[in-house]
């Protein structure tokens, strides 16, 4: 065999969406095949919404998966042959196997949110935001315990629409607007941010309106990871909560794609080095 990435057998994965030239993604799988030993590359494939179709066509004869972003999470759906239950009661796909040229969508953001939260035990659950990050939330939250989620968006329909299916997974659920996260935010053990506020690429220094419910004993987990430290997670620290930064979902969601994909058991170890690879990518 030649050496890792460049023989005969070399399996091909990578990430399709727009925009995602500054990706983690390819860094982060790369390091794990690295270090498992695997002969396989990962590449990213900026891919906006109308290419979509024409891309899920050549990678199913291609590629032994691949992994899916914003903003094509949702409109990959009716592209496959089937999902697995997570992905189908969320209604969002990041992971798609590719078996005989049959396309098998997964949710793995889940699993990473999981995986962030282990150790805790969440009974009332905040979560700003109210999109497919959100919805992956929920869904952690309700297999790790919790009892009762607070959704809250600067639309409140939104917000409305996820509460409803939130009970549907036998969740008690309430819908708010922002103007009240901070005082729900104070009654819960668990914030979530599942919005791009804070994030470089949309509001730096910004942060979702729960700061003064910040408190002792809370766990507080922000899906942002550039920057690691946000304004949120800054104020969390000071106010004595555990914090959890969106570079932990990150590669957690990866390596679950790649235990689908090839079989590779996501390890505490497996995760330090992805997530090494990671921050030496965001130096770059």
């Known amino acids: 065999m030649g050496a890792l990435g460049c023989s005969p057998s070399t399996r091909l994965y990578g990430l399709i969406g727009s925009p995602i030239s500054h990706s983690l993604s390819p860094a982060i799988h790369c390091a794990v095949y690295r270090a498992a030993g695997i002969d396989a590359v990962y590449l990213a494939w900026d891919t906006p919404q109308e290419k979509l179709e024409e891309r899920v066509k050549a990678l199913r004869n291609l590629a032994g998966g691949f992994n899916v972003t914003i903003p094509l999470k949702e409109a990959v759906l009716g592209l496959l042959d089937s999902l697995d239950e997570a992905a189908e009661a969320i209604g969002a796909v990041n992971t798609v196997s590719v078996e005989d040229g049959s396309l098998t969508g997964y949710n793995t953001d889940y699993l990473g949110v999981a995986e962030c939260l282990r150790g805790h035990r969440p009974r009332v659950a905040l979560i700003v935001g109210a999109g497919g990050a959100a919805r992956a939330a929920v869904y952690a939250l ?5 009892v009762k989620v607070i959704i809250a968006n600067r639309s409140l329909g ?15 659920a309430l819908a708010v607007s922002l103007s009240e996260a901070a005082g729900w935010a104070s ?3 668990t914030v979530v941010n599942a919005t791009p506020l804070g994030s470089e690429a949309c509001c730096p220094g910004e942060a979702p309106p729960v700061l003064d419910g910040l408190h002792e004993g809370q766990v507080v987990f922000d899906m942002v990871y550039r920057p690691l430290e946000t304004l949120l997670l800054k104020r969390a620290r000071e106010a004595g909560a555990r914090t959890v930064d969106g570079l932990c ?5 990866a390596l679950y794609a790649d235990k689908i994909w090839l079989g590779v058991e996501p390890t505490s170890e497996l995760y330090e080095v992805a997530r090494r690879a990671a921050l030496d990518a965001m130096k770059a």
């Open 158 to 172: 939104r917000a409305q629409r996820l509460a409803e299916w939130s009970k549907s997974l036998g969740l008690d």
């Open 249 to 253: 979902m990150l590669v957690w969601q």
């Open 142 to 146: 309700r297999d790790l315990g919790a």
């Open 187 to 189: 009654r819960a053990d």
